[in-house]
């Protein structure tokens, strides 16, 4: 759920681009976001302080920049639809236009990207085996909860990103940011 939307806003076009971001880390991850903690007051406090999934392999830097934009605590900096459109549509004509050429010399910076992705996943002996099963062999929190239920959310933070969010990094939150949130109570 959108930052925003925690602290009692309307449902908009931009907090769907946050959830579609959340569906990107989840599809990617094969986890759901933040089945390891309890889903309560303090996890919304932390999302608003800027705490976001992390992607336990590496995810290709253009697919990152894409999920980081999504989930940016300002709903006005997210891309709107048609944006993530056409660049997934560039993604996918790319990728087709060289399959279709087998011109396999030109890759795409996305292609590069992915191989070196899985390169560095197979050196950390996560597999693509791995990450699909890894649904099935995950343990979630006994109060992370996946239905809607009411909570007290008065009083949260501004949203805000954390503090190097835009920073050059391999993962939607740096693992400093990741660990200072969620040592926060």
């Known amino acids: 759920m959108a930052p925003e939307i925690l602290r009692g806003q309307s449902y908009t076009k931009a907090a769907d681009i946050y959830s579609f971001g959340m569906i990107m880390y989840e599809v990617i ?16 406090i932390k999302i608003c302080q800027g705490f976001r999934p992390r992607f336990n392999n590496k995810v290709p830097q253009l697919i990152v920049q894409l999920i980081k934009r999504c989930l940016d605590a300002n709903p006005l900096n997210r ?6 459109k056409r660049l997934l549509s560039q993604w996918f004509r790319e990728s087709s236009e060289l399959k279709n050429h087998n011109v396999y010399t030109e890759l795409t ?15 950390l002996s996560i597999s693509n085996e791995f990450s699909v099963n890894l649904g099935a062999s ?16 008065s ?30 109570k």
């Open 79 to 84: 891309p709107n639809a048609e944006k993530i």
């Open 29 to 44: 991850s094969g986890l759901p976001p933040y089945h390891n903690m309890s889903h309560d007051n303090n996890l919304a």
């Open 138 to 153: 995950y343990e979630t929190h006994s109060e992370a909860i996946y239905i809607s239920r009411l909570l007290n959310l």
């Open 155 to 184: 009083n949260l933070p501004v949203p805000k990103n954390s503090y190097d969010y835009y920073e050059e990094n391999d993962n939607i939150i740096s693992m400093e940011s990741s660990v200072s949130l969620s040592l926060q």
């Open 109 to 123: 910076e996305l292609q590069k990207q992915i191989i070196e992705s899985e390169k560095s996943n197979n050196n």
